[in-house]
């Protein structure tokens, strides 16, 4: 049975802390529903009502125009080993890009050793409601590591290449949607 939570508890943060991935969806108005895997490398509570994530550099940024749209989004922890369960968390996005004083500011709090390479914005989700269900049906996994590829192909592509392919992939979503996105 699904329960539902004001805000994330306790038990919460220590089940988010023990996974390995979790899945965060976007959708804004008419525009398609975007749903990307994620590893937890970069994903910080940063209180009982306020999660984020370090976004790296990808094919699109439908997060990041979803978000501008004002649009709602979720954030989904499943468990793949140990006892059952699946945890949401409901609220609206926002994005601060890179060079943004909040972008900064939040490297300097969880990042003291630097900017990961393809870094290219914060995704914050202020959640409105946490809900918990069985997670019965959800098949068992072992985690074996994280894939290095994203790692090589950004540092493959240097600094000055990463910000030509946001400049070319990341302005707008699929459906057309602005992101914001503008390079500091």
Not at 64 to 70: D, I, Q
Not at 84 to 101: H, N, T, W
Not at 113 to 122: D, K, N, Y
Not at 174 to 183: C, H, M, Q, R
Request: proline share 4%.
């Amino acid at each position: 049975m699904a329960k539902q939570f004001e805000r994330i508890e306790d038990g919460h943060r220590t089940f988010i802390e023990r996974q390995h991935i979790f899945f965060f969806g976007s959708a804004a108005g008419d525009s398609r529903v975007n749903i990307s895997p994620r590893s937890t490398q970069h994903f910080h509570v940063l209180d009982d009502l306020t999660v984020a994530y370090l976004d790296l550099t990808g094919s699109g940024s439908e997060t990041a125009a979803h978000a501008k749209a004002g649009g709602r989004a979720t954030a989904m922890f499943c468990s793949f080993e140990g006892p059952p369960l699946i945890l949401r968390l409901y609220g609206r996005a926002r994005v601060d890009f890179r060079g943004s004083a909040t972008y900064k500011a939040f490297l300097a709090r969880h990042y003291r050793s630097g900017e990961p390479l393809g870094a290219r914005q914060v995704v914050t989700l202020d959640i409105d409601l946490v809900q918990t269900s069985c997670g019965f049906a959800v098949p068992t996994f072992e985690h074996t590591g994280e894939r290095p590829v994203l790692d090589n192909w950004a540092e493959k592509k240097g600094e000055e290449g990463l910000r030509a392919y946001r400049q070319e992939k990341n302005l707008a979503s699929i459906d057309g949607l602005p992101t914001g996105f503008a390079e500091a």
